[in-house]
């Protein structure tokens, strides 16, 4: 069975960092795509940013130069390093993860529990 665990969410200042992690465990053969997404009160879903395996990135506009993803291959873990944060980037965060379990030959998606983060003085 495979679980996504995120950690790293809390209250900050606006203009402040955190940094959210996302561990991969189970019995994993391999893991594909990688990447964040967050839901604010009354609003959609929306992607953060994500990653392939090979390390290409995407991000959405309003993150773009303030927020970095990356991955530890050898960890299965996903990172979300987010500066220069603002009241409006609150929301609860949520890893996602396109993986293959072991001994399966399909690659599955899935999702962590989520993890807040307020930005508010």
């Known amino acids: 069975q495979v679980q996504l665990v995120e950690s790293g969410g809390g209250l900050v200042q606006p203009g402040g960092s955190l940094r959210l992690s996302c561990a991969a465990s189970?019995?994993?053969?391999?893991?594909?795509?990688m990447g964040w997404y967050r839901q604010a009160p009354g609003k959609q879903r929306e992607l953060v940013a994500d990653i392939t395996s090979g390390g290409s990135t995407n991000y959405a506009d309003s993150v773009k130069g303030r927020f970095t993803i990356s991955r530890d291959n050898a960890k299965n873990t996903v990172y979300l390093q987010m500066n220069s944060l603002k009241p409006e980037d609150t929301a609860v965060y949520y890893c996602?993860?396109?993986?293959?379990?072991?001994?399966?030959?399909?690659?599955?998606?899935?999702w962590g529990q989520g993890t807040q983060v307020t930005v508010s003085s």
């Open positions: 189970g019995s994993i053969f391999s893991i594909n795509a």
């Open positions: 996602k993860a396109i993986i293959r379990g072991s001994p399966s030959t399909v690659f599955y998606q899935y």
